[in-house]
Protein backbone atom coordinates (compact mmCIF):
# COMPACT_ATOMS: atom_id res chain seq x y z
CA UNK A 1 0.00 0.00 0.00
CA UNK A 2 2.68 2.28 0.29
CA UNK A 3 5.48 2.45 -1.43
CA UNK A 4 3.54 3.83 -4.66
CA UNK A 5 1.79 6.40 -2.31
CA UNK A 6 5.62 7.21 -1.31
CA UNK A 7 6.79 7.20 -5.29
CA UNK A 8 4.10 9.62 -5.60
CA UNK A 9 4.32 11.89 -2.61
CA UNK A 10 7.89 12.28 -3.55
CA UNK A 11 6.44 13.63 -7.02
CA UNK A 12 4.12 15.98 -4.95
CA UNK A 13 3.55 19.27 -6.17
CA UNK A 14 5.74 20.87 -3.13
CA UNK A 15 8.90 20.22 -5.53
CA UNK A 16 7.58 20.81 -8.79
CA UNK A 17 5.19 23.54 -8.46
CA UNK A 18 6.75 25.65 -5.22
CA UNK A 19 9.76 25.74 -7.32
CA UNK A 20 9.23 25.83 -10.45
CA UNK A 21 9.42 29.35 -10.74
CA UNK A 22 13.30 28.83 -9.52
CA UNK A 23 16.12 28.74 -11.85
CA UNK A 24 17.41 25.37 -11.21
CA UNK A 25 20.28 25.42 -9.85
CA UNK A 26 22.88 24.02 -7.86
CA UNK A 27 23.31 26.19 -5.17
CA UNK A 28 19.70 26.66 -4.59
CA UNK A 29 19.46 22.83 -4.39
CA UNK A 30 22.02 22.54 -1.71
CA UNK A 31 20.26 25.04 0.60
CA UNK A 32 17.07 23.45 0.97
CA UNK A 33 16.95 22.30 3.82
CA UNK A 34 15.68 18.45 4.12
CA UNK A 35 13.27 17.99 6.79
CA UNK A 36 12.41 13.91 7.58
CA UNK A 37 9.54 12.72 9.14
CA UNK A 38 9.63 9.11 10.21
CA UNK A 39 6.52 6.78 10.65
CA UNK A 40 6.72 3.41 10.94
CA UNK A 41 8.06 1.95 7.74
CA UNK A 42 7.57 4.73 6.39
CA UNK A 43 9.75 7.91 6.16
CA UNK A 44 8.65 11.52 4.27
CA UNK A 45 11.07 14.20 3.47
CA UNK A 46 10.16 17.81 3.21
CA UNK A 47 11.73 19.93 1.18
CA UNK A 48 11.37 23.75 2.43
CA UNK A 49 12.34 26.86 0.55
CA UNK A 50 15.33 28.57 1.74
CA UNK A 51 14.43 32.40 2.22
CA UNK A 52 18.03 33.83 1.94
CA UNK A 53 17.78 32.36 -1.54
CA UNK A 54 15.19 34.28 -2.82
CA UNK A 55 15.55 36.61 -5.73
CA UNK A 56 16.42 40.13 -5.03
CA UNK A 57 16.97 38.53 -1.44
CA UNK A 58 18.06 39.79 1.50
CA UNK A 59 21.05 37.66 2.55
CA UNK A 60 24.30 40.01 4.07
CA UNK A 61 26.34 39.11 1.01
CA UNK A 62 23.76 41.12 -1.50
CA UNK A 63 23.05 43.78 0.55
CA UNK A 64 26.69 44.68 1.41
CA UNK A 65 27.27 44.09 -3.11
CA UNK A 66 24.19 46.48 -3.04
CA UNK A 67 25.60 49.15 -0.92
CA UNK A 68 28.82 48.96 -2.88
CA UNK A 69 26.86 50.25 -5.50
CA UNK A 70 27.91 46.73 -7.73
CA UNK A 71 25.17 45.39 -10.31
CA UNK A 72 23.73 42.21 -9.99
CA UNK A 73 20.17 41.00 -9.52
CA UNK A 74 19.63 42.41 -6.08
CA UNK A 75 20.75 46.05 -7.47
CA UNK A 76 18.16 48.60 -6.27
CA UNK A 77 17.85 51.90 -8.62
CA UNK A 78 19.06 54.30 -6.81
CA UNK A 79 16.77 57.19 -7.86
CA UNK A 80 14.06 55.26 -6.88
CA UNK A 81 13.79 54.61 -3.25
CA UNK A 82 9.98 54.48 -3.02
CA UNK A 83 10.02 51.52 -6.08
CA UNK A 84 12.33 49.38 -3.40
CA UNK A 85 10.38 49.66 -0.33
CA UNK A 86 7.72 48.52 -2.55
CA UNK A 87 9.86 45.96 -3.75
CA UNK A 88 10.36 44.57 -0.06
CA UNK A 89 6.78 45.01 0.56
CA UNK A 90 6.46 42.32 -2.46
CA UNK A 91 8.71 39.92 -1.12
CA UNK A 92 7.12 39.87 2.35
CA UNK A 93 3.80 39.70 0.36
CA UNK A 94 5.53 36.85 -1.12
CA UNK A 95 7.00 35.06 1.46
CA UNK A 96 3.78 35.60 3.26
CA UNK A 97 1.68 33.89 0.23
CA UNK A 98 4.57 30.95 0.39
CA UNK A 99 3.68 30.22 4.09
CA UNK A 100 -0.36 30.71 3.49
CA UNK A 101 0.68 27.90 -0.06
CA UNK A 102 2.89 25.78 2.84
CA UNK A 103 -0.16 25.84 5.55
CA UNK A 104 -2.44 24.73 2.83
CA UNK A 105 -0.24 22.12 1.54
CA UNK A 106 -0.11 21.21 4.49
CA UNK A 107 -3.36 20.94 5.53
CA UNK A 108 -4.37 19.40 2.38
CA UNK A 109 -1.45 16.85 3.39
CA UNK A 110 -3.08 15.90 6.49
CA UNK A 111 -6.77 15.79 4.57
CA UNK A 112 -5.11 13.48 2.43
CA UNK A 113 -3.65 11.31 4.85
CA UNK A 114 -6.69 11.29 7.24
CA UNK A 115 -8.66 9.95 4.48
CA UNK A 116 -6.39 7.64 2.97
CA UNK A 117 -4.98 6.06 6.15
CA UNK A 118 -6.35 3.79 8.51
CA UNK A 119 -7.74 5.10 11.94
CA UNK A 120 -4.90 4.18 14.47
CA UNK A 121 -2.47 4.81 11.34
CA UNK A 122 -4.16 7.97 10.59
CA UNK A 123 -4.42 9.29 14.08
CA UNK A 124 -0.85 8.77 15.05
CA UNK A 125 0.04 9.81 11.96
CA UNK A 126 -1.85 13.01 12.30
CA UNK A 127 -0.14 13.51 15.54
CA UNK A 128 2.94 13.85 13.97
CA UNK A 129 1.63 15.82 11.18
CA UNK A 130 0.39 18.31 13.97
CA UNK A 131 4.00 18.19 15.48
CA UNK A 132 5.48 18.83 12.31
CA UNK A 133 2.76 21.28 11.35
CA UNK A 134 3.57 22.99 14.85
CA UNK A 135 7.41 22.84 14.15
CA UNK A 136 7.13 24.45 10.39
CA UNK A 137 4.98 26.82 11.62
CA UNK A 138 7.65 27.41 14.53
CA UNK A 139 10.09 27.68 11.21
CA UNK A 140 8.09 29.82 9.56
CA UNK A 141 7.61 32.65 11.95
CA UNK A 142 11.27 32.71 13.08
CA UNK A 143 11.95 33.18 9.06
CA UNK A 144 9.08 35.38 9.15
CA UNK A 145 10.90 37.59 12.07
CA UNK A 146 14.57 37.13 10.37
CA UNK A 147 13.28 38.91 7.50
CA UNK A 148 11.55 41.12 8.67
CA UNK A 149 14.93 42.04 10.75
CA UNK A 150 16.68 42.01 7.66
CA UNK A 151 14.61 43.86 5.78
CA UNK A 152 14.62 46.69 8.44
CA UNK A 153 18.27 46.74 8.53
CA UNK A 154 18.47 46.90 4.56
CA UNK A 155 16.16 49.57 5.11
CA UNK A 156 18.21 52.02 7.27
CA UNK A 157 21.54 50.58 5.33
CA UNK A 158 19.73 52.04 1.98
CA UNK A 159 18.47 55.50 3.35
CA UNK A 160 21.97 55.64 5.08
CA UNK A 161 23.34 54.98 0.91
CA UNK A 162 20.75 57.53 -0.31
CA UNK A 163 21.19 59.88 1.80
CA UNK A 164 25.05 59.66 1.81
CA UNK A 165 24.32 59.06 -2.22
CA UNK A 166 21.88 62.71 -2.24
CA UNK A 167 24.71 64.14 0.03
CA UNK A 168 27.12 63.39 -2.57
CA UNK A 169 24.94 64.50 -5.37
CA UNK A 170 23.93 67.42 -3.95
CA UNK A 171 28.43 67.61 -3.37
CA UNK A 172 28.21 67.29 -7.22
CA UNK A 173 25.71 69.35 -7.91
CA UNK A 174 27.07 72.19 -5.69
CA UNK A 175 30.31 71.93 -7.25
CA UNK A 176 29.22 71.64 -10.43
CA UNK A 177 27.34 74.70 -10.20
CA UNK A 178 29.84 76.50 -8.27
CA UNK A 179 32.24 75.33 -11.22
CA UNK A 180 29.69 76.21 -13.75
CA UNK A 181 29.97 79.85 -11.77
CA UNK A 182 33.31 80.10 -11.91
CA UNK A 183 33.18 79.49 -15.40
CA UNK A 184 30.88 81.60 -16.31
CA UNK A 185 33.11 84.01 -14.32
CA UNK A 186 35.78 83.44 -15.88
CA UNK A 187 33.95 83.75 -19.60
CA UNK A 188 32.98 87.10 -18.55
CA UNK A 189 36.32 88.31 -17.35
CA UNK A 190 37.55 86.91 -20.50
CA UNK A 191 35.35 88.76 -22.60
CA UNK A 192 36.34 91.42 -20.08
CA UNK A 193 39.92 91.27 -20.89
CA UNK A 194 39.36 91.03 -24.77
CA UNK A 195 37.30 93.93 -24.28
CA UNK A 196 39.90 95.91 -22.58
CA UNK A 197 42.90 94.43 -24.67
CA UNK A 198 40.57 95.67 -27.58
CA UNK A 199 40.25 99.12 -26.13
CA UNK A 200 43.73 99.48 -25.53
CA UNK A 201 44.61 98.73 -28.99
CA UNK A 202 42.17 101.09 -29.80
CA UNK A 203 43.98 103.62 -27.62
CA UNK A 204 46.99 102.77 -28.52
CA UNK A 205 46.27 103.37 -32.08
CA UNK A 206 44.85 106.70 -31.32
CA UNK A 207 47.83 107.76 -29.55
CA UNK A 208 50.03 106.50 -32.21
CA UNK A 209 48.32 108.29 -34.73
CA UNK A 210 48.09 111.55 -32.20
CA UNK A 211 51.94 111.10 -31.97
CA UNK A 212 52.01 110.90 -35.73
CA UNK A 213 50.32 113.94 -36.28
CA UNK A 214 51.99 116.05 -33.69
CA UNK A 215 55.29 114.80 -34.92
CA UNK A 216 54.00 116.24 -38.58
CA UNK A 217 52.82 119.26 -36.88
CA UNK A 218 55.91 119.78 -34.78
CA UNK A 219 58.16 119.63 -38.60
CA UNK A 220 55.89 121.79 -39.70
CA UNK A 221 56.45 124.46 -37.09
CA UNK A 222 59.84 123.81 -37.48
CA UNK A 223 59.92 124.18 -41.17
CA UNK A 224 58.02 127.40 -40.54
CA UNK A 225 60.52 128.42 -37.54
CA UNK A 226 63.30 127.54 -40.39
CA UNK A 227 61.78 129.34 -42.73
CA UNK A 228 60.91 132.61 -40.39
CA UNK A 229 64.49 132.67 -39.56
CA UNK A 230 65.60 133.21 -43.17
CA UNK A 231 62.98 135.39 -43.88
CA UNK A 232 64.34 137.22 -40.96
CA UNK A 233 67.82 136.92 -41.78
CA UNK A 234 66.80 138.73 -45.37
CA UNK A 235 64.85 141.22 -43.61
CA UNK A 236 67.64 142.59 -41.43
CA UNK A 237 70.17 142.37 -44.36
CA UNK A 238 67.25 144.63 -46.03
CA UNK A 239 67.15 146.68 -42.75
CA UNK A 240 70.85 147.15 -42.48
CA UNK A 241 71.25 147.95 -46.48
CA UNK A 242 68.47 150.33 -46.00
CA UNK A 243 70.16 151.88 -43.13
CA UNK A 244 73.08 152.24 -44.99
CA UNK A 245 71.21 153.53 -47.20
CA UNK A 246 69.39 156.24 -45.35
CA UNK A 247 72.74 156.98 -43.62
CA UNK A 248 74.44 157.87 -46.61
CA UNK A 249 70.91 159.88 -47.33
CA UNK A 250 71.21 161.59 -44.51
CA UNK A 251 74.78 162.55 -45.07
CA UNK A 252 73.44 163.51 -48.31
CA UNK A 253 71.47 166.17 -46.59
CA UNK A 254 73.14 167.72 -44.13
CA UNK A 255 75.30 168.28 -46.57
CA UNK A 256 72.73 169.89 -48.90
CA UNK A 257 71.39 171.27 -45.64
CA UNK A 258 74.22 173.44 -44.97
CA UNK A 259 75.63 174.38 -48.70
CA UNK A 260 71.77 175.96 -48.68
CA UNK A 261 72.47 177.94 -45.53
CA UNK A 262 75.80 178.66 -46.41
CA UNK A 263 74.18 180.01 -49.43
CA UNK A 264 71.03 182.31 -47.98
CA UNK A 265 74.12 183.90 -45.74
CA UNK A 266 76.25 184.54 -48.52
CA UNK A 267 72.72 185.89 -50.42
CA UNK A 268 72.08 187.73 -47.28
CA UNK A 269 75.57 189.40 -46.79
CA UNK A 270 75.75 190.33 -50.64
CA UNK A 271 71.95 192.01 -49.98
CA UNK A 272 73.49 194.00 -46.56
CA UNK A 273 76.20 194.78 -48.34
CA UNK A 274 74.19 196.34 -51.26
CA UNK A 275 72.08 198.08 -48.95
CA UNK A 276 74.87 199.50 -46.86
CA UNK A 277 76.74 200.46 -50.29
CA UNK A 278 73.89 202.11 -51.57
CA UNK A 279 72.99 204.49 -48.21
CA UNK A 280 70.92 201.66 -46.56
CA UNK A 281 68.14 202.63 -48.83
CA UNK A 282 64.43 200.23 -48.44
CA UNK A 283 62.74 199.96 -51.17
CA UNK A 284 60.76 203.71 -50.56
CA UNK A 285 64.04 205.21 -50.27
CA UNK A 286 63.65 205.76 -46.60
CA UNK A 287 66.88 205.48 -44.39
CA UNK A 288 66.93 202.33 -42.28
CA UNK A 289 69.76 202.08 -40.01
CA UNK A 290 69.44 198.81 -37.52
CA UNK A 291 70.89 198.86 -34.22
CA UNK A 292 71.08 195.35 -33.88
CA UNK A 293 70.00 192.17 -35.34
CA UNK A 294 66.31 192.73 -33.64
CA UNK A 295 65.86 195.25 -35.67
CA UNK A 296 66.58 193.13 -38.68
CA UNK A 297 64.36 190.58 -37.20
CA UNK A 298 61.75 193.11 -36.95
CA UNK A 299 62.30 194.38 -40.47
CA UNK A 300 61.19 190.73 -41.83
CA UNK A 301 64.80 189.41 -42.21
CA UNK A 302 64.37 185.89 -40.67
CA UNK A 303 67.59 184.08 -41.94
CA UNK A 304 70.90 183.57 -39.24
CA UNK A 305 73.45 184.71 -41.34
CA UNK A 306 75.50 188.21 -41.62
CA UNK A 307 73.74 191.55 -40.87
CA UNK A 308 75.44 194.64 -40.96
CA UNK A 309 74.77 196.97 -37.88
CA UNK A 310 75.29 200.79 -36.67
CA UNK A 311 75.73 201.02 -33.51
CA UNK A 312 75.30 204.65 -31.83
CA UNK A 313 75.55 207.40 -34.00
CA UNK A 314 78.39 206.14 -35.95
CA UNK A 315 78.09 206.22 -39.17
CA UNK A 316 80.26 202.95 -40.41
CA UNK A 317 78.60 199.53 -40.07
CA UNK A 318 79.42 196.54 -37.96
CA UNK A 319 79.25 193.21 -39.72
CA UNK A 320 77.39 190.78 -37.03
CA UNK A 321 75.92 187.37 -37.18
CA UNK A 322 72.38 187.57 -36.49
CA UNK A 323 70.79 184.22 -35.24
CA UNK A 324 67.37 184.67 -36.42
CA UNK A 325 66.23 181.01 -35.12
CA UNK A 326 66.73 180.57 -31.65
CA UNK A 327 64.14 181.12 -29.22
CA UNK A 328 62.67 183.59 -31.56
CA UNK A 329 65.07 184.67 -33.55
CA UNK A 330 66.70 188.22 -33.29
CA UNK A 331 69.64 187.98 -31.41
CA UNK A 332 73.08 189.82 -32.10
CA UNK A 333 75.93 186.74 -31.60
CA UNK A 334 79.06 188.17 -29.64
CA UNK A 335 80.91 184.80 -29.59
CA UNK A 336 80.81 181.78 -31.73
CA UNK A 337 82.40 178.74 -31.96
CA UNK A 338 81.47 175.13 -33.28
CA UNK A 339 85.13 173.25 -34.80
CA UNK A 340 87.70 174.99 -33.46
CA UNK A 341 89.22 176.99 -36.54
CA UNK A 342 89.97 180.29 -34.73
CA UNK A 343 92.41 180.56 -32.26
CA UNK A 344 90.73 182.19 -29.06
CA UNK A 345 94.36 182.73 -27.33
CA UNK A 346 94.47 186.59 -27.61
CA UNK A 347 95.28 190.08 -26.15
CA UNK A 348 93.61 192.62 -24.86
CA UNK A 349 93.07 194.15 -27.78
CA UNK A 350 92.33 191.68 -29.69
CA UNK A 351 89.55 190.78 -27.15
CA UNK A 352 88.25 194.57 -27.40
CA UNK A 353 88.78 194.78 -31.02
CA UNK A 354 87.09 191.27 -31.96
CA UNK A 355 88.75 188.85 -33.51
CA UNK A 356 87.65 185.68 -36.40
CA UNK A 357 85.27 184.96 -39.07
CA UNK A 358 81.82 186.59 -38.87
CA UNK A 359 80.34 183.78 -40.61
CA UNK A 360 82.35 181.09 -38.52
CA UNK A 361 83.98 181.20 -35.53
CA UNK A 362 84.67 184.80 -34.00
CA UNK A 363 84.34 187.03 -31.30
CA UNK A 364 82.27 190.23 -32.11
CA UNK A 365 84.94 192.60 -29.65
CA UNK A 366 84.05 194.42 -26.35
CA UNK A 367 83.76 198.04 -27.76
CA UNK A 368 81.08 196.75 -29.44
CA UNK A 369 79.72 194.76 -27.43
CA UNK A 370 79.47 197.61 -24.63
CA UNK A 371 78.39 200.38 -27.35
CA UNK A 372 75.40 197.93 -28.60
CA UNK A 373 74.22 196.89 -24.83
CA UNK A 374 74.30 200.30 -24.10
CA UNK A 375 71.82 201.21 -26.09
CA UNK A 376 69.14 199.46 -24.35
CA UNK A 377 68.08 197.32 -22.04
CA UNK A 378 69.49 193.89 -23.00
CA UNK A 379 69.48 190.07 -22.25
CA UNK A 380 71.82 187.27 -22.90
CA UNK A 381 71.73 184.03 -24.45
CA UNK A 382 74.10 181.26 -23.89
CA UNK A 383 73.57 178.13 -26.85
CA UNK A 384 76.08 175.06 -25.78
CA UNK A 385 76.25 171.65 -27.38
CA UNK A 386 78.55 168.71 -26.03
CA UNK A 387 80.11 166.40 -27.82
CA UNK A 388 77.19 163.51 -27.28
CA UNK A 389 74.86 166.49 -29.27
CA UNK A 390 73.19 167.36 -26.32
CA UNK A 391 72.11 170.89 -26.02
CA UNK A 392 71.52 173.32 -22.85
CA UNK A 393 70.70 177.39 -22.48
CA UNK A 394 71.67 179.50 -19.84
CA UNK A 395 69.21 182.92 -20.08
CA UNK A 396 70.16 185.90 -18.73
CA UNK A 397 67.26 188.81 -17.92
CA UNK A 398 69.74 191.56 -17.87
CA UNK A 399 72.87 191.70 -19.24
CA UNK A 400 75.35 194.73 -18.64
CA UNK A 401 79.20 195.46 -19.74
CA UNK A 402 80.70 198.65 -18.91
CA UNK A 403 83.29 200.48 -20.89
CA UNK A 404 87.07 199.45 -20.75
CA UNK A 405 88.21 201.98 -18.22
CA UNK A 406 86.24 199.46 -15.82
CA UNK A 407 87.82 196.73 -17.25
CA UNK A 408 84.55 195.40 -19.19
CA UNK A 409 82.76 194.22 -16.12
CA UNK A 410 79.91 192.15 -16.86
CA UNK A 411 76.49 192.45 -14.42
CA UNK A 412 73.60 189.55 -14.60
CA UNK A 413 70.47 188.96 -13.41
CA UNK A 414 67.34 186.81 -13.77
CA UNK A 415 69.02 183.36 -14.63
CA UNK A 416 67.56 180.59 -16.00
CA UNK A 417 67.94 177.59 -18.65
CA UNK A 418 68.94 174.29 -18.59
CA UNK A 419 72.80 173.99 -18.54
CA UNK A 420 72.41 173.92 -15.09
CA UNK A 421 70.76 174.90 -11.80
CA UNK A 422 72.38 178.02 -11.00
CA UNK A 423 74.88 179.94 -13.47
CA UNK A 424 78.29 178.92 -14.29
CA UNK A 425 79.14 182.35 -14.57
CA UNK A 426 79.82 185.53 -12.56
CA UNK A 427 76.95 187.99 -12.12
CA UNK A 428 78.06 190.33 -9.45
CA UNK A 429 80.11 191.83 -11.33
CA UNK A 430 84.25 190.30 -12.68
CA UNK A 431 86.38 192.26 -14.76
CA UNK A 432 87.57 191.10 -18.07
CA UNK A 433 91.20 189.41 -18.16
CA UNK A 434 93.49 188.43 -20.78
CA UNK A 435 96.61 186.88 -20.59
CA UNK A 436 98.12 190.05 -20.82
CA UNK A 437 95.58 192.26 -18.30
CA UNK A 438 94.78 190.59 -15.32
CA UNK A 439 91.64 191.61 -13.57
CA UNK A 440 90.23 188.24 -11.95
CA UNK A 441 89.53 187.81 -8.62
CA UNK A 442 92.41 185.37 -7.77
CA UNK A 443 94.72 187.44 -5.82
CA UNK A 444 97.70 185.51 -6.33
CA UNK A 445 97.43 183.75 -9.57
CA UNK A 446 95.95 184.78 -13.27
CA UNK A 447 93.58 183.11 -14.26
CA UNK A 448 93.78 183.95 -18.00
CA UNK A 449 97.16 182.44 -18.06
CA UNK A 450 96.08 179.06 -16.60
CA UNK A 451 92.74 179.08 -18.46
CA UNK A 452 93.76 180.07 -20.94
CA UNK A 453 91.82 182.87 -24.01
CA UNK A 454 89.56 186.09 -22.14
CA UNK A 455 87.41 185.90 -20.27
CA UNK A 456 84.97 187.27 -16.95
CA UNK A 457 87.08 185.42 -14.42
CA UNK A 458 86.36 185.33 -10.64
CA UNK A 459 88.39 183.15 -8.83
CA UNK A 460 88.88 181.11 -11.53
CA UNK A 461 85.17 180.95 -11.40
CA UNK A 462 82.66 177.96 -13.28
CA UNK A 463 83.26 179.24 -16.53
CA UNK A 464 85.22 179.82 -19.43
CA UNK A 465 83.96 179.61 -23.25
CA UNK A 466 86.87 181.00 -24.55
CA UNK A 467 89.53 178.04 -23.39
CA UNK A 468 91.22 175.91 -25.99
CA UNK A 469 89.23 173.88 -28.27
CA UNK A 470 89.74 170.36 -28.04
CA UNK A 471 88.14 167.70 -30.39
CA UNK A 472 86.38 164.64 -29.35
CA UNK A 473 88.23 161.72 -27.60
CA UNK A 474 90.07 164.76 -26.04
CA UNK A 475 87.57 166.86 -24.90
CA UNK A 476 87.19 165.47 -21.20
CA UNK A 477 90.26 166.18 -18.39
CA UNK A 478 90.60 169.49 -19.70
CA UNK A 479 91.12 172.09 -17.39
CA UNK A 480 91.86 174.88 -19.86
CA UNK A 481 89.30 173.55 -22.14
CA UNK A 482 85.84 175.42 -23.27
CA UNK A 483 84.33 174.88 -19.96
CA UNK A 484 80.43 175.21 -17.99
CA UNK A 485 80.68 173.59 -14.70
CA UNK A 486 77.21 173.38 -13.88
CA UNK A 487 76.30 171.49 -17.48
CA UNK A 488 79.31 169.29 -17.55
CA UNK A 489 81.47 169.65 -15.27
CA UNK A 490 85.02 171.46 -13.97
CA UNK A 491 86.86 169.75 -16.76
CA UNK A 492 84.85 168.85 -20.02
CA UNK A 493 85.07 170.61 -23.07
CA UNK A 494 82.31 171.69 -24.98
CA UNK A 495 81.80 171.09 -28.93
CA UNK A 496 80.02 174.23 -29.87
CA UNK A 497 79.07 177.51 -28.26
CA UNK A 498 77.58 180.86 -28.90
CA UNK A 499 76.62 183.70 -26.92
CA UNK A 500 74.35 186.30 -28.28
CA UNK A 501 72.16 189.63 -27.02
CA UNK A 502 69.21 190.77 -27.38
CA UNK A 503 66.63 193.85 -26.52
CA UNK A 504 65.10 192.72 -22.84
CA UNK A 505 61.92 193.73 -24.34
CA UNK A 506 62.00 192.06 -27.71
C1 LIG B 1 0.35 29.79 -3.77
O1 LIG B 1 -0.76 29.17 -4.40
C2 LIG B 1 -1.44 29.88 -5.38
C3 LIG B 1 -2.63 29.10 -5.82
O2 LIG B 1 -2.81 28.00 -5.21
C4 LIG B 1 -0.43 30.25 -6.47
O3 LIG B 1 -1.08 31.09 -7.43
C5 LIG B 1 0.78 30.96 -5.93
O4 LIG B 1 1.74 31.29 -6.95
C6 LIG B 1 1.40 30.12 -4.81
N1 LIG B 1 2.50 30.93 -4.25
C7 LIG B 1 3.74 30.45 -4.18
C8 LIG B 1 4.74 31.39 -3.59
O5 LIG B 1 4.09 29.35 -4.50
C1 LIG C 1 5.47 14.88 19.11
O1 LIG C 1 4.99 15.53 20.28
C2 LIG C 1 5.03 14.84 21.46
C3 LIG C 1 4.36 15.64 22.52
O2 LIG C 1 3.70 16.72 22.05
C4 LIG C 1 6.37 14.33 21.76
O3 LIG C 1 6.41 13.68 22.89
C5 LIG C 1 6.97 13.62 20.68
O4 LIG C 1 8.24 13.28 20.86
C6 LIG C 1 6.84 14.34 19.37
N1 LIG C 1 7.30 13.61 18.27
C7 LIG C 1 8.22 13.95 17.39
C8 LIG C 1 8.48 13.01 16.31
O5 LIG C 1 8.76 15.08 17.55
C1 LIG D 1 20.47 62.33 6.04
O1 LIG D 1 20.96 63.61 5.64
C2 LIG D 1 20.36 64.63 6.38
C3 LIG D 1 20.93 65.86 5.78
O2 LIG D 1 20.82 65.83 4.43
C4 LIG D 1 20.62 64.47 7.85
O3 LIG D 1 20.00 65.51 8.55
C5 LIG D 1 20.18 63.14 8.36
O4 LIG D 1 20.50 62.98 9.71
C6 LIG D 1 20.78 62.06 7.55
N1 LIG D 1 20.32 60.82 7.97
C7 LIG D 1 21.09 59.81 8.18
C8 LIG D 1 20.41 58.55 8.59
O5 LIG D 1 22.31 59.87 8.00
C1 LIG E 1 73.17 210.65 -32.17
O1 LIG E 1 73.10 211.92 -32.84
C2 LIG E 1 71.95 212.58 -32.52
C3 LIG E 1 71.97 213.84 -33.43
O2 LIG E 1 72.44 213.61 -34.65
C4 LIG E 1 71.96 212.92 -31.06
O3 LIG E 1 70.84 213.64 -30.75
C5 LIG E 1 72.06 211.64 -30.26
O4 LIG E 1 72.20 211.93 -28.88
C6 LIG E 1 73.27 210.85 -30.65
N1 LIG E 1 73.24 209.64 -29.93
C7 LIG E 1 74.33 209.08 -29.39
C8 LIG E 1 74.17 207.81 -28.69
O5 LIG E 1 75.40 209.64 -29.45
C1 LIG F 1 85.14 175.56 -39.60
O1 LIG F 1 83.97 176.16 -40.19
C2 LIG F 1 84.27 177.15 -41.13
C3 LIG F 1 82.97 177.78 -41.55
O2 LIG F 1 82.02 176.85 -41.89
C4 LIG F 1 85.04 176.59 -42.31
O3 LIG F 1 85.36 177.59 -43.18
C5 LIG F 1 86.28 175.93 -41.77
O4 LIG F 1 86.97 175.29 -42.79
C6 LIG F 1 85.97 174.94 -40.69
N1 LIG F 1 87.19 174.44 -40.11
C7 LIG F 1 87.39 173.21 -39.77
C8 LIG F 1 88.72 172.86 -39.17
O5 LIG F 1 86.53 172.39 -39.97
C1 LIG G 1 77.61 165.38 -50.97
C2 LIG G 1 77.42 163.95 -51.02
O1 LIG G 1 77.63 163.22 -50.06
N1 LIG G 1 76.98 163.44 -52.16
C3 LIG G 1 76.70 162.04 -52.38
C4 LIG G 1 75.21 161.79 -52.44
O2 LIG G 1 74.95 160.45 -52.74
C5 LIG G 1 75.49 160.01 -53.97
C6 LIG G 1 75.06 158.61 -54.19
O3 LIG G 1 73.70 158.49 -54.08
C7 LIG G 1 76.97 160.15 -53.97
O4 LIG G 1 77.51 159.76 -55.21
C8 LIG G 1 77.35 161.56 -53.67
O5 LIG G 1 78.74 161.68 -53.54
Not at 339 to 359: A, C, H, I, T
Request: proline share 3%.
Amino acid sequence: LFPPFLLSFRLSPLTERGYSNRPPSGLLSKRRKLHRIQHGQCSYTFILPELDGCPGGGSPSQTQHYGGFQGGPGVVQRDSPPADSEWSAQKLQHLESTMENNTQWLQKLENFLQKNNRRDVANMQSHVVHNQTATMLEIGTNLLTHTAEQTRKLHVVEAKVLNHTSQIEIKLLENSLSTNKLEKELLLQTSEISRLRDKNSHLESKVQMLESKQRGELEDMRQEKNRLQSVIRTQMAAIESLERRLRVASTNNTALQRQQTQLMESVHTLLNMVASTTGTHTHTGTHVMWRDCADAYKAGHYVSGLYHIYIGNRTEPVQVYCDMETSGGGWTVFQRRFNGSVDFQRSWREYKMGFGDVLGEYWMGNEVLHLLTNQGVYSMRVEMMDWEGNSAHSHYDRFTLTSERQQYRLYLRGYSGTAGKQSSLTTHGSGFSTRDKDNDNCEHCKCAMMLTGGWWFDACGFSNLNGVYYSIGHNIRKLNGIKWHHFKGPSYSLRATSMMVRPYDF
